[in-house]
């Protein structure tokens, strides 16, 4: 068994001016991706903790896409680091009006160039 420490972004509307950082802790075996530890998350320890609930888990939807580390990727193909810091994505035109999208968002304008890099197996790892 492992310890793995996540960073989640949250937003409460009704209760939170802005955006802040949780902490949570999850004792893993092996590995899992960022999207099974999101959901382990929400299962055992934060059941508050919303998010998209992707269906295909091999990175053809794209609902479960999320700043990882900074960078947007599909949690589904991600695998799950220590010390990783997950936040939203924001629909296109959503940036400064305080709209936030969960942890995912179908409607992102993603062009053809950001599909392949989520999506191309030399540029990420694999669970």
Do not use: Y
Not at 5 to 33: N, Q, V
Not at 68 to 88: F, N, Q, S, W, Y
Not at 105 to 123: G, M, N, Q, V
């Amino acid at each position: 068994m492992t310890t793995l420490r996540l960073t989640i972004e949250r937003l409460t509307p009704s209760e939170d001016e802005a955006p802040h950082d949780e902490k949570f802790e999850l004792e893993i075996d092996g590995t899992i991706s960022v999207l099974q530890a999101i959901r382990r998350v929400h299962r055992g320890v934060d059941g508050t903790l919303a998010f998209r609930n992707c269906d295909c888990r091999r990175g053809v939807c794209g609902l479960c896409s999320m700043m990882i580390d900074g960078k947007r990727r599909l949690a589904c193909m991600c695998v799950a680091e220590d010390g990783m810091r997950i936040a939203p994505t924001q629909p296109a035109g959503a940036q400064g009006s305080g709209v936030r999208a969960g942890l995912s968002a179908l409607f992102l304008a993603f062009s053809l160039s950001d599909w392949d890099e989520l999506r191309h197996p030399a540029r990420r790892k694999h669970v």
